[in-house]
């Protein structure tokens, strides 16, 4: 039973940073991509950036491009999602997803976290 535990959101000021983590555990993530997606009450999910498990090449969203980074922990099978210069627009609740094939589409995943709320104040 794969099971992906989030952790880390909550409130900051513009300008602040964040980090947040992906717990996984019940499957190796050797071969998955790892992705994040973020989401606000009445739009669809949006794709925020991921990440190739085995190779660790990385794909980001124009809107967070140069501001967020994602990286993995191997022994942790953790990936986290380290978010700078955070803005007011940022404000979402984040979502980890797991998937065997990379994509932009949250209907291609089938494992999700809980989601972990990140508050960003102007």
């Known amino acids: 039973q794969v099971q992906l535990v989030e952790s880390g959101g909550g409130l900051v000021q513009a300008g602040g940073s964040l980090r947040l983590s992906c717990a996984a555990s019940?499957?190796?993530?050797?071969?998955?991509?790892m992705v994040w997606f973020r989401q606000t009450p009445g739009k669809e999910r949006e794709f925020v950036g991921g990440i190739r498990w085995t190779s660790g090449t990385t794909m980001y969203a124009d809107s967070v491009k140069g501001r967020f980074t994602i990286s993995r922990d191997n022994a942790k099978n953790t990936v986290y999602l380290q978010m700078n210069s955070l803005k007011p627009e940022d404000t979402a609740v984040y979502y980890c997803?797991?998937?065997?094939?990379?994509?932009?589409?949250?209907?291609?995943?089938?494992?999700w976290g809980q989601g972990t709320q990140v508050t960003v104040s102007s």
């Open positions: 019940g499957r190796t993530l050797t071969g998955y991509a």
């Open positions: 997803a797991m998937g065997a094939v990379f994509s932009t589409r949250p209907q291609a995943y089938d494992y």
